[in-house]
């Protein structure tokens, strides 16, 4: 790690790993979840209920952090909530896909999924945002937490390469079916996780 400055370095210890495995891990799931719910709704309804994820956000932050809700934002989160549930009730839950008509199940596994990526999203970055500003001993800068969240992400994606898709990765290469689209889409996630 030469030429990182020295309190980057002074941070990259065993203890930090290991307390950064657990938003990695539930990043990690929370991305394997969008996955999956991409596969049991259609993405208006996933993008809808993926804005819940604001919602478990404050409530982590109130009950972790000790954060005051000041009243526009109880109100607005409110809001959010009536807006997701309106939305989703007046949806159409059988979906006219390209294989049939989803099933009223699928969509609820779907459904499931989603509040699983909000609950993981927000837990994870109310975590991250206590380590960055914990009292009592030294934050955790942003660099190293990037450092850590990038290696663990790498190592589950190496992984999952290597069981889910081996074969075909040492027929046709790693960037196979990579594309335009699929680039601005990686680009657009990584900017995301980034801000």
């Known amino acids: 790690f030469t030429g990182l400055p020295a309190y980057v370095t002074q941070q990259l210890t065993p203890t930090n790993s290991l307390k950064l495995l657990l938003p990695a891990a539930l990043y990690i799931l ?3 979840l969008t996955i999956f719910c991409l596969s049991h709704l259609d993405a208006p309804t996933y993008q809808v209920l993926a804005q819940l994820k604001l919602l478990t956000t404050a409530g982590f932050s109130v009950f972790f952090l000790r954060k005051r809700l000041h ?3 109880k109100i607005a989160l409110v809001l959010l909530v009536a807006g997701v549930s309106v939305f989703y009730a007046c949806g159409d839950t059988h979906v006219e896909t390209a294989g049939g008509e989803r099933s009223w199940s699928s969509t609820m596994k779907g459904v499931v999924g989603a509040v699983g990526v909000a609950t993981s999203s927000g837990f994870a970055g109310v975590y991250l945002e206590y380590m960055m500003k914990r009292t009592g001993e030294s934050p955790v800068s942003p660099h190293v937490i990037n450092l850590y969240m990038s290696l663990y992400g790498i190592v589950s ?5 290597y ?4 074969s075909a990765v040492s027929e046709r290469g790693l960037l196979s ?3 335009a689209v699929v ?5 657009s996630s990584a ?4 801000l």
């Open 163 to 166: 069981l889910k898709d081996g």
């Open 191 to 194: 900017t995301g996780g980034v």
């Open 30 to 32: 929370q991305n394997n």
């Open 177 to 179: 079916g990579y594309n």
């Open 71 to 73: 009243r526009m934002q």
């Open 183 to 187: 680039l601005l889409m990686i680009l």
């Open 157 to 161: 994606a190496a992984a999952t390469v």
